[in-house]
Nanobody, 127 residues
Framework: QVQLVESGGGSVQAGGSLRLSCAAS???????????FAWFRQAPGKEREGVAG???????VYADSVKGRFTISQDNAKNTLYLQMDSLKPEDTAMYYC??????????????????WGQGTQVTVSS
């Protein structure tokens, strides 16, 4: 089992920045078996959508809506995933979730390919 805990959310004005963190813990071999990580978000009244994903083959994908503004990265030594969010817009307001899974997949931004999920951290961007 793997537990994921997000942090770093908050309120910021449009144009500002935030960095989200996702700490993975649990059975050590489960953690080392993680193949892919991703950030998803869900705004009120909308479906959850993939924002950015990264896998062990160093493949990175972004949703078109965040390309050039968000950067996903991971620190394997700290078992931590990050999402640097710059040039934030009001439409980025949402609950942000971290996800992880041990299976390889061509689809990094589909929620059905992730087994482990965090509880989420709220990001609010005001105009």
């Amino acid at each position: 089992q793997v537990q994921l805990v997000e942090s770093g959310g908050g309120s910021v004005q449009a144009g500002g920045s935030l960095r989200l963190s996702c700490a993975a813990s649990g059975y050590i071999y489960s953690i080392y078996s993680i193949y892919k990580f991703a950030w998803f978000r869900q705004a009120p009244g909308k479906e959850r959508e993939g924002v950015a994903g990264i896998d062990s083959d160093d493949r990175i994908v972004y949703a078109d809506s965040v390309k050039g503004r968000f950067t996903i990265s991971q620190d394997n030594a700290k078992n931590t995933l990050y999402l640097q969010m710059d040039s934030l817009k009001p439409e980025d307001t949402a609950m942000y979730y971290c996800a992880a899974d041990s299976r390889s997949s061509s689809w990094l931004l589909r929620e059905e390919v992730y087994l482990y999920w965090g509880q989420g951290t709220q990001v609010t961007v005001s105009s």
